[in-house]
């Protein structure tokens, strides 16, 4: 786990809401394993990632936002074979900006993520997590990738305050 270099950022920048790419101040991507323990990893990237930005406090909700993220990239967006490819099938990436944090999970599919909007859904232990996204962050969205990546990225904004 670590810094990925920019070129892997550029196309979740594009899809973004408007930022200013150039205003980054601080980015990082880990790949993920395709089984569920890959939350667990998740939420101690994003750990200690927010606690390198000086930004623990808003641990509990984005911690929940990754969560289900990744969960939702691995229950529904990898198909049974997936291959072990060079490049790993699901990443998450955090980027900040002054006033603003994104997560964002990559994912081979190009299906769009759906939530459920039924009380009888919303009941069901599955189905929730796009629900909780929406609740917990305060915007986001989804885009398809171009180029030499395929699949799709799924994000989340939070707003901070801004540094003092």
Excluded: Y
Aim: proline content about 7%; hydrophobic content about 40%.
């Amino acid at each position: 786990m670590g810094t990925n270099g920019s070129t892997m950022l550029e196309p979740l920048k594009r899809g973004l809401p408007p930022l200013d790419p150039a205003a980054v101040s601080g980015s990082a991507s880990c790949a993920l394993p395709t089984r569920f323990e890959a939350v667990r990893g998740a939420r101690q990237f994003t750990r200690s990632t927010l606690d390198t930005w000086e930004l623990g406090d808003r641990f509990d909700d984005v911690a929940l936002v990754v969560s289900e993220l990744v969960t939702n990239a691995l229950r529904h967006a990898l198909p049974d074979d997936t291959p072990q490819e060079p490049e790993p099938a699901v990443r998450l990436h955090l980027m900040h900006w002054t006033s603003r944090l994104v997560c964002a999970v990559r994912d081979p599919s190009h299906d769009r993520p759906a939530a459920r909007g039924t009380e009888e859904d919303f009941a069901a232990e599955s189905g929730r997590g796009l629900f909780l996204v929406e609740s917990f962050s305060d915007s986001w969205g989804w885009h398809p990738l171009a180029g030499a990546l395929h699949g799709k990225v799924v994000w989340a904004l939070f707003r901070i305050r801004g540094e003092q």
